[in-house]
């Protein structure tokens, strides 16, 4: 199993920031898939089938998002359908669940305030969550210092996808059985 099927079993947040990270990856290198293999595939480990494994999960990827015109910007709707979920299982839990309400509600300012930076790019609650982390991701491989009141903001982000991420493994589970 590769690292983003074992991601999307066992938490489907990281899964979508893996996924996030892989189409920006294809894109850094022009849908290059010689120069994925040089600079990628190259420096992980296994070995050399495991390696072809790789190699095609990466072609596959490519041509999704040249089938979905997302070369430059954009994510999978597959991708995406898994936001849509997490956001379904969070309007739920606004309404039901009294330890989520107490996580949501030390976000929400945060949110909020992500939503409204954008200007009208995110619209999703989740999504918001979803661009701190992985900005906060971007910002670390970058070298990049991030200010103790933007990580008081991504830390209750992590809060609030660590909560829906147990919830909708707990309901993928229930439906598995």
């Known amino acids: ?19 996030y990270q892989t189409e920006d990856l294809i894109r850094v290198y022009d849908f290059d898939m010689e120069q994925i293999k040089k600079y990628v595939i190259k420096h ?15 072609e596959d990827i490519m041509e999704k998002m040249k089938v979905e ?12 359908s898994y936001v849509t ?14 330890s989520f309400q107490k996580i949501y509600s030390a976000a929400k300012p945060h949110i909020e305030e992500s939503i409204n930076f954008s200007n009208g790019f995110i619209k999703e609650e989740v999504q918001a969550c979803l661009n701190g982390i992985y900005g906060l991701l971007l910002a670390r491989l970058n070298g990049r210092q991030v200010p103790e009141e933007v990580m008081t903001g991504i830390n209750t982000f992590g809060d609030v996808l660590s909560y829906l991420t147990y919830k909708y493994k707990q309901k993928n589970f229930l439906n598995d059985n």
Do not use: C, F, T
């Not at 050399?48 to 999960?57: C, R």
């Not at 015109?69 to 995406?80: A, F, N, P, S």
């Open 1 to 19: 199993m590769n690292i983003a099927e074992n991601k999307k079993r066992n938490n489907i947040s990281e899964y979508i920031i893996h996924m």
């Open 69 to 80: 015109g997302i070369e430059e910007r954009g994510h999978l709707d597959e991708v995406q």
């Open 44 to 58: 992980i480990p296994g070995e050399e089938g495991e390696k072809e494994e790789i190699s095609k999960w990466y």
């Open 85 to 98: 979920q997490l956001s379904g299982i969070m309007n739920e839990l606004k309404e039901s669940d009294k």
